[in-house]
């Protein structure tokens, strides 16, 4: 008998998202004690890079998936855990010297600048291998689900996912110039660790093919919508204000530079609105109520409408 959840599941109680999220920081902590067995200079550099001040929206996506179809729970919340160290380690790589050269992120000197470029580096790997070894290993998990999760990930970053959008971004914006082209650089280098982050708590549950597209397509516009607002805070918001380095992305084809700030965050808006849509057809989600509350924590420059999501 197949062991898949065929339907989603009647909503649990609304969440508290600020609870959530200090559990998500809780648990990332306790997977990385401190003293841990790791050289002193690398376990703190790994520390610092994933317990650092943030959103927590990939775990929280897990957890709010699995708990759709009757995840487990606390496995849900590792799952979640595992997804947040690959964003963590994509940060610290993105912001290297050679990427992105970054000195601010999160309102905090880069993993690089407090560490060095090599610790960094090695930081990123080994946050890397915990995520995938913690997967690997989630308990009350069946095999299969646990191996179709790393499979998930692994897809997430690798040549089609993180690692692909990196490289274009790098060395062939100018030829992603059309809006099209802009919205899939955005998804590669954003939307799909948001795709993986509820796939594999819907993978971790159990459920069933046919409920995955829905979520598949929620998380895409989700992270299209969350780049193109990020591009709008590059050039309209203070370092301060978006707690990283701004100005960034000048002189590349961006959907502010296609379009204007107002342009593009009417795009934003678009992608949030087709992104409720496919959950609007589902009973009561708990992933709608997380929209909201994204949109209303965004450090967006005075005057800049959130109605109409």
Not at 123 to 142: D, E, F, R
Not at 221 to 244: I, M, P, R, S, Y
Not at 260 to 280: K, T
Request: proline share 7%; charged share 20%; hydrophobic share 45%.
């Amino acid at each position: 008998m197949s062991t898949e959840t065929t339907g989603w599941r009647p909503a649990p109680p609304l969440p508290d998202f600020a609870q959530l999220r200090g559990q998500v920081l809780l648990r990332l902590d306790q997977l990385l004690p401190a003293g841990g067995p790791a050289p002193p200079r690398l376990h703190d550099a790994m520390r610092d890079a994933l317990l650092g001040p943030g959103k927590r929206l990939r775990p929280i996506l897990t957890v709010l998936a699995a708990r759709r179809f009757g995840g487990d729970e606390a496995a849900a919340l590792d799952a979640g855990c595992a997804v947040e160290m690959v964003h963590a380690a994509s940060l610290v790589l993105d912001d290297l010297p050679c990427m992105d050269n970054a000195l601010l992120r999160r309102g905090r000197p880069t993993t690089h600048q407090a560490f060095g470029q090599d610790t960094a580096i090695l930081a990123a790997i080994g946050l890397l291998s915990q995520a995938y070894g913690l997967l690997a290993a989630l308990p009350a998990v069946p095999d299969d689900r646990r191996a179709r999760m790393v499979a998930v990930l692994a897809g997430a970053v690798g040549a089609q996912g993180l690692v692909g959008g990196q490289e274009i971004d790098l060395h062939a914006r100018q030829q992603h110039v059309a809006p099209g082209q802009v919205d899939e650089l955005n998804h590669l280098k954003t939307g799909v660790l948001f795709v993986a982050a509820l796939e594999a708590g819907a993978v971790l549950a159990g459920a069933s093919e046919d409920c995955l597209p829905p979520l598949r397509r929620f998380g895409r516009h989700l992270g299209l919508a969350f780049q193109t607002l990020d591009d709008v805070l590059d050039v309209a918001a203070t370092a301060e204000a978006a707690g990283k380095d701004v100005q960034q992305d000048a002189g590349k084809p961006t959907l502010v530079s296609l379009f204007g700030v107002e342009g593009a965050w009417r795009r934003a808006l678009d992608h949030l609105r087709l992104a409720r849509a496919e959950l609007d057809a589902r009973p009561a989600c708990h992933l709608s109520a997380l929209l909201d509350e994204v949109v209303a924590g965004l450090p967006l420059p005075a005057g800049m409408l959130r109605r109409g999501i």
